[in-house]
Each structure stands twice: as C-alpha cells, then as structure tokens.
Nanobody
C-alpha cells in the first residue's frame, strides 16, 4: 500500500504564509514528478505547482513568484511554501505523485486526501 499524507493547511490572513507537506509511505521504489493541485468550491481541480524528479519546477501563473515547491527525495516528501496568500488561494490542496512501487515496472498516479487552506481578507 502507498499513502500520501498532507499536512500544514489551515486558516491564515491575507498576506500570510503557510507551508504544506506531503509525505509518501509504503513500498516505494522511486518517485517521478510530484506536485500540488487545488480545488475551490464550484471549480475544477487545477495544477498549482509540479516538480520533476530532476528538481525542475513549474507553476500556475496565479501563484508564480509567491509559491515555491521543493522535494526531499530521501524523505519521500514534497513541500509547498505559500507566501503572500490571497483570499482566492482558498481551496482544498491535494498532493499528487507519480510513484513506482517495489516490484513494479511502471509509474502510477497517487493522490493525497487533501488539506484545507483558507485565506481570510
């Protein structure tokens, strides 16, 4: 079994910061790209940031310059540092990872359960 567990969400005032973490556990052989998505009420899930196994990040235009994604391969953990938060950043944030399990040859997409981020004005 593979699990992705997010933490670090919460309530913050506009202009504040939060740091999300997502730790993968289980019989993991390797991780390919990992990232964060978010879904606000009544909206589709959207990509926030993604980082390749080589460490190259991409960001949604709405968060570029404010959010930073990073990963610690030794800990199977990905982080999302969110600064200068805005009310429109309010959403459930989901961790996503392409993982290869021990004994398998292909990568599979896994999702975390989501963590709520609420930014008050």
């Amino acid at each position: 079994q593979v699990q992705l567990v997010e933490s670090g969400g919460g309530l913050v005032q506009a202009g504040g910061s939060l740091r999300l973490s997502c730790a993968a556990s289980g019989s993991i052989f390797s991780a390919n790209a990992v990232g964060w998505f978010r879904q606000a009420p009544g909206k589709q899930r959207e990509l926030v940031a993604r980082i390749t196994s080589g460490g190259s990040p991409i960001y949604a235009g709405s968060v570029k310059g404010r959010f930073t994604i990073s990963r610690d391969n030794a800990k199977n953990t990905v982080y999302l540092q969110m600064n200068s938060l805005k009310p429109e950043d309010t959403a459930v944030y989901y961790c996503n990872a392409e993982l290869r399990r021990i004994g398998e040859l292909r990568y599979t997409d896994y999702w975390g359960q989501g963590t709520q981020v609420t930014v008050s004005s």
